[in-house]
């Protein structure tokens, strides 16, 4: 019995561990839209066990990054530009918020480290890199979302934040202007470290609206 206790948070490490994986594998399209996903591959790669993966999976599928369709097996889900407005929609609520409570909420240590973060986005490097952008407007995206220090909007948010970016994804060779969407982020951060709620939630709303428009000039 006790081994069993012992186990469980080892358990629950290595589903998080194949979770994030698989997670941002997905999003970022490294796993096409379609693709089986390949179990006994990720269990070697990952050196992890066969419940860890189906764990991850069926949380992957609560959202709507995996379908698993039975005796076929489980597939990366389908991009599909019809859902940006649906998608857009949420987000225009969503983001505002999120950025008005981080602003309200961060603690020091999370101003410390969103001060960082904004220091890194002022240095980097990665000239005509849009998938290293594209990382980083994730990056922030979720550095914003843990200060709200609140897990269920924390979670939704990243959801949210996750099909939009697979939809940038599909785009992604043909996009212009991949750095100023990411350079939008330096005024938001300093909105929030400055506890500016207020311009932290415009900033955030034209931020996903700014989305939302570079997509539809390239469909």
């Not at 020091?108 to 960082?116: F, G, I, S, V």
């Not at 890194?120 to 990056?139: M, S």
């Not at 843990?146 to 934040?161: A, G, K």
């Amino acid at each position: 019995m006790n081994t069993r206790v012992n186990d469980e948070p080892a358990a629950s490490s290595m589903t998080e561990q194949a979770y994030a994986v698989l997670r941002d594998r997905l999003v970022m399209l490294e796993i096409k839209p379609g693709e089986p996903i390949n179990e006994e591959r990720l269990r070697t790669e990952l050196g992890v066990g066969r419940t860890p993966i189906r764990e991850a999976l069926k949380r992957l599928e609560q959202e709507r990054l995996v379908v698993a369709y039975p005796r076929r097996g489980t597939f990366a889900t389908d991009v599909n530009i019809s859902d940006l407005s649906h998608i857009s929609e949420v987000r225009r609520t969503l983001e505002p918020l999120a950025a008005s409570a981080a602003a309200e909420r961060a603690t020091a240590d999370d101003r410390a480290a969103l001060t960082e973060l904004r220091s890194q986005l002022e240095t980097a490097a990665r000239p005509g890199d849009n998938t290293a952008l594209l990382r980083d407007d994730v990056g922030v995206h979720r550095a914003i979302y843990r200060c709200v220090h609140n897990p269920f909007l924390e979670n939704t948010l990243i959801s949210y934040d996750n099909l939009a970016t697979r939809i940038w994804c599909v785009f992604l060779p043909r996009l212009s202007g991949m750095a100023g969407h990411v350079d939008e982020h330096v005024p938001l951060l300093t909105a929030i470290i400055e506890r500016d709620g207020k311009k932290a939630g415009e900033l955030a709303a034209q931020h996903v609206i700014g989305f939302e428009r570079a997509i539809r000039a390239l469909i």
